[in-house]
């Protein structure tokens, strides 16, 4: 099983050799060296020295008390952006500002936040990640000052400054903001592992020891976490809302204070998942003369690539820049982020447009808009048990009692194709009936409002799934080398044995989900500059019917891409009887060689779709180990 590797100290006092301590000499901090390499001193072992177990082992009740603390810091960024948005009328109107300017803060907000999450992600595995959240909220902190202060200035000349203090502070927020974000998620992932198995997965037999079950699987708790991240932007506009009722905006960022304030004490008393002294990766090695070696290394990303670790922080920011463009260039993936980014577009697209709606052409006062804005939320907040599958799931249908029965086309009303289907297709469909329900006082203003709250309730699901197709897809935790007994070193390529890492973080689905939540704010970004202009030149039905079209075609896409047309061979013809055959192709067929045979599967043919097959796949790297995929990226492994 993956494990957190030993932390390598020097001692504080010389000991005789006898006592088993790590020279002073094993430290990180020198300026030329990128790991430490561990000499065959006698009597040294690593298990001998105590170490902290990761979070995945730790006991359920600590781990529930931090996997909360997590969605609740993942409605910080909602919260800020949505009060934000909620105070923007009035403050427009204090500014006298006729050329709608002041909503660009917003957009500053999401491009600074995806900045940071597409290029700096995997510094928190290298330094560990309480010091960038607690940073990042401290940091947001005086932020707030420049900007309540710019909304004091009289309407006329000070124009200009005015928006100097709102929209600069908003960019640097958001920039700051994102070094907390690519925190919270990556949490959880932290204490369940990403593992979403059910107990009849499809074409696997479930062993309960399977390294990717370590940590118990997330369960539940994705699906808070998607709430958290769907829904705030409409509770922030709620509480936005309320205060421009009877106090003055600067009264929202003053709240923006307050709420930060708060979540650094709860970030200060909350376990860590990833403290940077346990931040080290063993490196197993064959030197050229075929000799096991062992290095201490920093950086997991760049390990994940490479053979060694990176000298500078900014090379293990360069290997994740790699990753995630490797993850784009997959067919499968590329539609998959696209459609969760643009599923935070439209949510963030609805909010806005609800609330223009309801206070241009109903007239209704701030408090009663940010109400029925709230709803997009509470639709949300439906679908958060749904997110276990605990409904439509599989686990409610007797499975077949013969394995080559899995292989039978069928399709029954609790497969995850036609659920996925269901509630893929039911999102634009929504989406179009809010656009026929708005235009304006013919219809009463329930109709939008419940549409919308169906929206959130949509979204919320089509965001767990997504995350948990990513999770599903590109888990190799079990397929990295050294991690568990059931790899034979006779399977691998010479440069693949002398890589033997633990890995403690999921380098793939950790750049798959950044990647989409970065594209995500940038969509997020151009929804928000587009509202008010679209919604004066074309009107806020032309807008949303725009937003819908082109989700429409996405859903399209994706359910082409989750759809299983081709069996593919995973497990050699030689791997449960006689050698040899198959489609392994070697000059010299090596006598130790066997096929690794894991991830379960029921049969060597597996029914696969466009995300499965990509290039980067847990089932792609299982094909490579048995021959049976020619690919020059195999070092990659």
């Known amino acids: 099983m993956p494990a957190s590797s030993p932390s390598i100290q020097p001692s504080p006092a010389p000991q005789p050799p006898s006592a088993n301590v790590p020279s002073p000499d094993l430290s990180l901090q020198h300026p030329r060296k990128s790991h430490v390499s561990l000499k065959d001193e006698p009597g040294f072992r690593f298990h001998?020295?105590?170490?902290?177990?990761?979070?995945?082992?730790?006991?359920?009740?600590?781990?529930?008390?931090?996997?909360?603390?997590a969605c609740l810091n993942t409605m910080v960024v909602g919260l800020i952006a949505g009060i934000y948005a909620g105070e923007v009328p009035k403050i427009q109107y204090k500014l006298g500002d006729e050329h709608h300017h002041v909503i660009l803060g917003n957009v500053l907000l999401y491009v600074g936040m995806g900045i940071t999450t597409l290029i700096f992600w995997p510094l928190p595995l290298l330094h560990g990640r309480r010091p960038y959240t607690l940073a990042a909220l401290a940091i947001a902190i005086p932020l707030q000052f420049p900007q309540s202060i710019a909304t004091g200035f009289p309407r006329g000349p000070h124009l200009a400054k005015s928006l100097?203090?709102?929209?600069?502070?908003?960019?640097?927020?958001?920039?700051?903001?994102?070094?907390?974000?690519?925190?919270?998620?990556?949490?959880?992932?932290?204490?369940?592992?990403?593992?979403?198995?059910?107990?009849?997965?499809?074409?696997?037999?479930?062993?309960?020891?399977?390294?990717?079950?370590?940590?118990?699987?997330?369960?539940?708790w994705l699906g808070c976490w998607a709430w958290c991240f769907v829904g705030s932007l409409s509770l922030g506009f709620l509480i936005g809302a309320a205060i421009t009722q009877h106090l003055d905006p600067a009264w929202g960022f003053y709240v923006v204070v307050i709420i930060l304030s708060f979540f650094i004490l709860l970030n200060v008393i909350a376990p860590e998942t990833r403290r940077a002294p346990y931040r080290r990766s063993v490196l197993r090695?064959?030197?050229?003369?075929?000799?096991?070696?062992?290095?201490?290394a920093r950086g997991e990303i760049k390990l994940h690539l490479d053979q060694d670790g990176p000298k500078y922080w900014w090379e293990e920011v360069w290997a994740g820049m790699r990753l995630m463009a490797r993850m784009f260039c997959q067919v499968g993936f590329f539609v998959l982020a696209v459609y969760l980014a643009w599923i935070y577009a439209l949510v963030v697209l609805v909010t806005l447009l609800l609330g223009a709606l309801l206070s241009r052409n109903y007239r209704w006062q701030p408090q009663y808009i940010g109400l029925a804005v709230f709803a997009v939320a509470v639709g949300a907040a439906l679908a958060v048990p749904l997110t276990k599958a605990n409904v439509f799931s599989r686990e409610r249908v007797q499975p077949l009692r013969t394995d080559s029965g899995t292989f039978e086309p069928r399709v029954t009303w609790s497969s995850h194709l036609l659920r996925r289907c269901l509630f893929t297709f039911a999102l634009p469909i929504a989406g179009l009936a809010y656009v026929?329900?708005?235009?304006?006082?013919?219809?009463?203003?329930?109709?939008?409002?419940?549409?919308?709250?169906?929206?959130?309730?949509?979204?919320?699901?089509?965001?767990?799934?997504?995350?948990?197709?990513?999770?599903?897809?590109?888990?190799?935790?079990?397929?990295?080398?050294?991690?568990?007994?059931?790899?034979?070193?006779?399977?691998?390529?010479?440069?693949?044995?002398?890589r033997r890492t633990n890995y403690s973080s999921y380098p793939r689905v950790c750049a798959g989900i950044f990647a989409a939540q970065g594209l995500g704010f940038f969509f997020a970004a151009a929804a928000t500059a587009v509202s008010?202009?679209?919604?004066?030149?074309?009107?806020?039905?032309?807008?949303?019917?725009?937003?819908?079209?082109?989700?429409?075609?996405?859903?399209?896409?994706?359910?082409?891409?989750?759809?299983?047309?081709?069996?593919?061979?995973?497990?050699?013809?030689?791997?449960?009887?006689?050698?040899?055959?198959?489609?392994?192709?070697?000059?010299?067929?090596?006598?130790?060689?066997?096929?690794?045979?894991?991830?379960?599967?029921?049969?060597?043919?597996?029914?696969?779709?466009?995300?499965?097959?990509?290039?980067?796949?847990?089932?792609?790297?299982?094909?490579?180990?048995n021959n049976l995929a020619s690919d020059e990226r195999r070092h990659y492994v």
Not at 440 to 453: D, I, N, Y
Not at 539 to 560: C, K
Request: charged share 20%; proline share 4%; glycine share 10%.
């Open 164 to 220: 100097a203090g709102l929209l600069v502070p908003r960019f640097f927020l958001g920039f700051a903001l994102g070094f907390a974000h690519i925190n919270f998620l990556s949490t959880l992932l932290d204490l369940f592992g990403a593992s979403l198995q059910s107990r009849n997965p499809h074409q696997e037999l479930v062993f309960y020891d399977d390294v990717r079950r370590q940590g118990g699987g997330m369960g539940i």
């Open 436 to 498: 026929l329900a708005s235009p304006g006082p013919s219809v009463k203003a329930a109709g939008p409002t419940v549409l919308a709250a169906i929206i959130g309730f949509l979204a919320c699901l089509a965001v767990a799934e997504c995350i948990g197709l990513a999770m599903e897809a590109f888990d190799t935790s079990d397929l990295q080398p050294g991690v568990n007994n059931k790899h034979r070193l006779a399977s691998m390529d010479s440069a693949t044995r002398r």
């Open 285 to 296: 090695y064959l030197d050229e003369e075929e000799k096991l070696k062992k290095r201490v």
């Open 532 to 625: 008010g202009n679209m919604t004066r030149a074309l009107g806020a039905q032309a807008a949303t019917g725009v937003t819908v079209g082109i989700l429409l075609g996405l859903t399209m896409l994706l359910s082409l891409v989750m759809w299983r047309f081709r069996s593919v061979q995973v497990i050699p013809n030689g791997a449960f009887g006689s050698r040899g055959g198959g489609s392994i192709d070697r000059e010299i067929v090596d006598k130790d060689w066997k096929p690794v045979v894991i991830g379960n599967p029921s049969g060597k043919m597996r029914r696969m779709n466009l995300l499965e097959m990509g290039s980067f796949s847990r089932w792609t790297e299982i094909r490579k180990l």
């Open 48 to 69: 001998r020295y105590r170490r902290s177990p990761i979070a995945r082992e730790w006991k359920i009740g600590r781990k529930r008390i931090t996997a909360v603390i």
